[in-house]
């Protein structure tokens, strides 16, 4: 690869890898036993095909959009990734002002390096969201959502597919012990790695955790539509169909694999989040033709992070958004409502 800057997200891969820790780079980019969902996130992208509108007048496009509400400069997000001190001193300090400089919405993992306050603090008007990982007091998960709230975070996203931490062979092999990060109690359960366990998080769980939060409540990790729309019974607001990045359960479908049948049965009813493998605009393009209000990038964050703190998180999100954009004139959409499902081949 040439010295020049980036000009794709796959190019600040090699570069990271060079400025972290063997054990903490494994972390980042490892999956579950054998990996093949980690892999299959990538290929489910490039196995599906685009149908282009022609002749239509793209020389102005417009990206925003909203959530729960809140304006959006475009529907790319930053999804929640612990430890970001691993990567970059300033770790989510720097992800927040990155992420702010590009436009785009912050969700933090509860497995932050810094204290929620402190990230909010960064850029108090910049869009943010909060991923919990529930505590297993109910006193400490009310506090931890309210500290929230209180910081200006606006949605909590609730990850349901962690009740116990997936095979993830690589940190085993490296004898590598992620810290807890800056919310959880200090007695809260973990397994030999050092991941949160939470084996009581149920369906009752959720009904008590909504009569408590009073922001919306999005479950994150669902691939059912079945288990989506029983969320949405619930009361959560929106649905994030996820596979946790291949980290959890091997060989499970990926996420945009998942997110036809899940957008068919919940339609309206809640907002849809996507993710899992994104390494282009175009994936953001079809995220949103098969039924997504939003696609949230992962490990590419971290990627710029480590190479170049704050700034290297604003290039990789003004790459996928400029791909974005790009993809869009080609395929002959003006707004991203104008991104619709005849844009796909059907299988």
């Known amino acids: 690869m040439s010295t020049d800057r980036p000009i794709n997200l796959s190019d600040y891969e090699p570069m990271a890898r060079t400025r972290m820790d063997p054990g903490a780079w494994d972390y980042y980019a490892g999956g579950a036993g054998d990996e093949r969902s980690l892999a299959d996130n990538r290929l489910a992208w490039d196995r599906l095909r685009l149908r282009p509108r022609v002749l239509v007048d793209v020389a102005q496009r417009d990206l925003s959009t909203t959530a729960f509400g809140v304006h959006l400069d475009h529907p790319i997000i930053v999804a929640p990734m612990a430890a970001h001190d691993l990567a970059h001193p300033d770790a989510e300090r720097a992800t927040a002002r990155g992420a702010a400089a590009a436009g785009a919405l912050l969700t933090l993992s509860t497995i932050s390096s810094v204290p929620l306050e402190e990230v909010a603090a960064v850029e108090p008007a910049a869009p943010r969201w909060f991923q919990l990982y529930t505590p297993v007091d109910r006193a400490d998960t009310e506090s931890l959502v309210l500290r929230a709230v209180n910081a200006g975070f606006s949605a909590l996203a609730v990850t349901v ?21 800056a919310h959880l109690p200090a007695d809260q359960p973990t397994d030999e790695t050092g991941i949160v366990v939470l084996p009581t998080f149920d369906w009752d769980e959720l009904l008590w955790l909504r009569s408590v939060c009073p922001i ?28 946790h990045g291949g980290r959890q359960l091997d060989t499970a479908i990926a996420g945009v694999d998942a997110l036809p049948e899940v957008a068919d049965a ?32 992962g490990q590419p964050v971290l990627w710029g992070l480590a190479v170049d703190g704050a700034d290297g998180v604003r290039h990789v999100l003004e790459i996928a ?27």
Do not use: Y
């Open 266 to 297: 919940v339609g309206d009813r809640a907002l849809l989040v996507v993710d899992g493998g994104v390494r282009r605009g175009i994936d953001v393009l079809k995220g949103l033709a098969l039924g997504a209000d939003l696609v949230a990038v």
């Open 216 to 243: 919306p409540l999005i479950a994150k990790g669902i691939l059912r539509a079945d288990d989506a729309l029983r969320a949405v019974h619930a009361g959560c607001d929106g649905i994030w169909v996820s596979n």
């Open 161 to 181: 597919d962690l009740p116990l931490p997936g095979n993830r062979e690589r940190d085993d092999r490296n004898r590598f012990v992620l810290h807890m990060g």
């Open 321 to 347: 958004r400029d791909e974005l954009s790009l993809a869009m004139a080609l395929t002959g959409c003006r707004s991203v409502a104008d991104i619709t499902p005849d844009l796909i081949q059907a299988p």
